[in-house]
């Protein structure tokens, strides 16, 4: 027997005496993503729902710099369909560094001024990705490595644990167009992955690097997910081609996810809906959040300085006294500088106009 709709699924009738769900459209397709992967959880695995920020670029334009976006003519956030053949492009995930510094500043105070309690962890990793040995894209190999110090003083990477990661689903939103003088704008990447232990070991002869990563990671806490902002140091198999990145990932708590699902599954009470649309609302304000610009506008002091002293202003005084300063007018300043606003009052004569204005000539360099 099915479980009666919660309120968020079954909303006020329309007048076309339909009822449609109020959930968020997004949370409705990451629901069904978790749903269709949901087989995981019986396996054994972990599923993992995770949130990057980034920017969605034109495969044509992928050697541009990180601030080339596509630009498509939404003014809103939109679902991208994924493996679309008639729209190519891809996913670069990372913030500029001056971004990703102003943003975990603002989470920082925010923390400090506003009591916004989370947790603050750091670590230091190595993720080392193999290719599996049947040649598939779907379960890759990744040993990580936690850096240790020997009893003889020395720093090491020693290994932790190995895992095959299985990436599922990805969903992509890009959003909207932004006035460029209200900052920069980034996109969001929905992925649905799981991550299983394993026994394997890595061999040369079976198994080949395809990415050295290298992670300086602080994660904050807020109990439902976790804000990951991490340094990385990526290489493939040539370690001369290194590239640096500045990542930020919110991930949502697995326990939290799992317990929901499953009492989802099985047609009992449920927040999976809230957990999502609260999951991804967060997502989008730490999009915000890092689009906003660095320095907020301010305020010119008040009084304002006084301006520095202008000679053309004393010497236009002497020259006229008791005359009222000009309202606009700045080259009588310059003529009293050079002791001619006393000629130009009287009426010129042919050929001394010229000469009057000689000096403004060379002033403006004409």
Same mark, same amino acid.
């Not at 190519?88 to 105070?109: D, S, T, V, W």
């Not at 890009?174 to 026994?199: C, H, I, N």
């Not at 990951?228 to 697995?254: C, H, I, M």
């Given at each position: ?17 339909? !009822? ?5 459209p997004v949370a409705l397709e990451v629901g069904r993503m978790l $749903? ?10 972990? @599923? ?11 495969? !044509?334009?992928?050697?541009?710099? @990180?601030?080339? +976006? ?19 492009? +891809? ?10 510094? %102003?943003?975990?500043? !603002? ?46 003083? $020395? ?32 996109? @969001? ?5 799981? $991550? ?21 990671? !602080? ?14 140091? %990526?290489?493939?198999?040539?370690p001369k081609d290194q590239q640096v990145s500045y990542e930020v ?45 660095? +320095? ?65 000539? +060379?002033?403006?360099?004409?």
């Amino acid at each position: 027997m099915a479980a009666p709709l919660l309120p968020l699924e079954n909303g006020p009738s329309t007048i076309f005496n339909q !009822k449609p769900a109020l959930i968020d459209p997004v949370a409705l397709e990451v629901g069904r993503m978790l $749903e269709t992967h949901s087989q995981v959880l019986r396996t054994q695995g972990n @599923l993992e729902l995770e949130v990057r920020l980034g920017i969605l670029k034109s495969v !044509k334009s992928s050697s541009a710099p @990180l601030n080339s +976006r596509v630009d498509l003519p939404i003014l809103s956030e939109a679902m991208l369909i994924p493996r679309c053949e008639e729209f190519h492009y +891809r996913f670069q995930a990372g913030l500029p560094p001056e971004i990703y510094a %102003a943003l975990l500043q !603002k989470l920082e105070i925010m923390r400090r001024d506003h009591h916004v309690d989370y947790a603050v962890s750091s670590d230091e990793c190595l993720d080392v990705t193999y290719d599996p040995e049947d040649g598939g894209r779907q379960s890759q190999l990744r040993v990580t490595y936690h850096r240790q110090t020997t009893p003889e003083g $020395e720093s090491r990477w020693f290994p932790e644990k190995t895992m095959r990661k299985n990436r599922y689903e990805v969903l992509d939103l890009f959003t909207g167009r932004s006035a460029p003088q209200r900052g920069p704008t980034y996109d @969001l990447r929905v992925a649905l992955s799981a $991550e299983m232990p394993s026994d394997a070991r890595p061999r040369p002869n079976t198994h080949t690097v395809k990415m050295k990563r290298e992670k300086q990671r !602080k994660s904050l806490d807020f109990k439902a997910w976790r804000i990951d902002f991490t340094t990385v140091r %990526a290489s493939g198999a040539d370690p001369k081609d290194q590239q640096v990145s500045y990542e930020v990932e919110l991930e949502l708590n697995s326990q939290m996810l799992h317990q929901n699902l499953e009492a989802k599954l099985e047609n009992k009470q449920h927040k999976l809906w809230e957990l999502l649309m609260d999951f991804l609302n967060t997502a989008r304000d730490l999009g915000r959040l890092a689009a906003e610009l660095p +320095r907020a506008w301010q305020m010119p002091p008040s009084p304002l300085p006084p301006l520095p002293p202008d000679e053309g202003m004393a010497a236009y005084a002497a020259q006229l006294p008791g005359k009222p300063a000009p309202l606009i007018g700045h080259y009588l300043y310059r003529l009293a500088e050079k002791g001619d606003l006393r000629r130009a009052r009287a009426a010129p004569r042919d050929g001394e106009l010229s000469s009057l204005l000689s000096p403004l000539k +060379r002033g403006s360099g004409s």
